[in-house]
C-alpha cells in the first residue's frame, strides 16, 4: 500500500538523527516487545508479512510520532485484536492493572514446543535459497529493466520511489516467498528474487550527485524488461 510509512526521498522530515553508542534497546519494554514479535511471527501466529502490512496501517500521527519499537508494539496490540488472541477490555484491565501496580510481576512462561518452533524458523530463514523445478527466471545479471509502476491495495516490498525507474539486474539470488501481503491473504508462492541497481540520477533526478547509485533486493513480479524504443539515457552497466 502507498502510505507514510514508504518516506524514502520525501523531503519535510530533518535530519536522520544519528546516536552515538546507541544501545540495541533504549528501554527494558523494547526488548521484551521485540521478543514477543518474534515469537508470534516465528510461530505464524502472526506472520512477518502480515505484521509489517499492520504496521503500514497505524494512523500517519501514530506512525511518525512513535519510536520504532512503539510503532512495532502498536502493530502487536491492533493484529492481535483483530485475530481475536486478545480483547480491547482484556488490554484495558492489564494497562490499568499495571498502572496503578508498576512493580508487579509480569507474566512469564515458557513453552519449550513453541521455542523449538521459533527457533526452527529462525535457522530456515537462513536456509540456502530453493528451486522450482521446470521454472526459470526471467532476467539475468546485466539485463536492463524498469521496475513496475503499480499501487497495491496491501503489503508490497517495492518503494514507491523506485516505480517507473530503469535499474540493471546484477545479482540473482534464487527463488524466495514473495512478501506482498494482501488483506489478510497469506504470502504468495515462491519468486526470483534480484539485486538491481538504480542510478542515483535516475531515482531522484539531477539534484543526484553523479555517478552514484543504489541497489534494491526485488521480486521478479515487480520487473519488467526495459523495450528497445525507451534504451536512450538508461543507465550503463558497469
Same mark, same amino acid.
Not at 523531503?11 to 521484551?32: I, L, Q, S, T
Not at 501466529?45 to 502498536?74: I, K, M
Not at 485484536?81 to 515458557?110: C, F, Q, W
Given at each position: ?12 522530515f ?7 553508542h ?35 496501517? $497505524? ?19 491492533a ?11 482484556e ?11 508498576p ?54 516490498? $517495492? ?15 534464487g ?23 538504480f ?14 547509485a $543504489? ?18 539515457g ?5
Amino acid at each position: 500500500m502507498n502510505g507514510v510509512h514508504d518516506m524514502g526521498g520525501m523531503h519535510g522530515f530533518g535530519r536522520v538523527a544519528r546516536e552515538e553508542h546507541e544501545p540495541v534497546f533504549h528501554e527494558p519494554w523494547e526488548g521484551r516487545e521485540h521478543g514477543m514479535r518474534f515469537i508470534l511471527t516465528a510461530t505464524q501466529l502472526f506472520p512477518l508479512n502480515e505484521f509489517r502490512y499492520e504496521v503500514e496501517r $497505524l494512523d500517519p500521527v501514530v506512525y511518525l510520532n512513535s519510536s520504532y519499537y512503539a510503532r512495532h508494539l502498536e502493530a502487536l496490540i491492533a493484529g492481535l485484536i483483530d485475530k481475536g488472541v486478545i480483547t480491547p477490555e482484556e488490554l484495558a484491565e492489564r494497562s490499568a492493572h499495571y498502572a496503578a501496580m508498576p512493580h508487579a510481576s509480569i507474566a512469564n512462561t515458557t513453552n519449550p514446543a513453541i521455542m523449538a518452533v521459533a527457533e526452527a524458523r529462525l535457522h530456515a530463514r537462513f536456509s540456502p535459497p530453493r528451486e522450482l523445478p521446470g521454472v526459470t527466471q526471467r532476467f539475468a545479471p546485466g539485463d536492463q529493466i524498469r521496475a513496475r509502476v503499480m499501487h497495491p491495495r496491501g503489503h508490497t516490498r $517495492l518503494p514507491r520511489y523506485l516505480r517507473g525507474k530503469r535499474g540493471i539486474v546484477r545479482r540473482c539470488y534464487g527463488f524466495f516467498e514473495f512478501p506482498d501481503h494482501e488483506l489478510g491473504d497469506p504470502t504468495g508462492p515462491l519468486q526470483p528474487l534480484y539485486s538491481v541497481e538504480f542510478e542515483m540520477q535516475e531515482v531522484w533526478g539531477e539534484s543526484a550527485e553523479p555517478g552514484e547509485a $543504489l541497489s534494491a533486493d526485488l521480486w521478479e513480479s515487480y520487473l519488467e524488461p526495459v523495450q528497445p524504443d525507451d534504451v536512450d539515457g538508461s543507465p550503463d552497466a558497469r
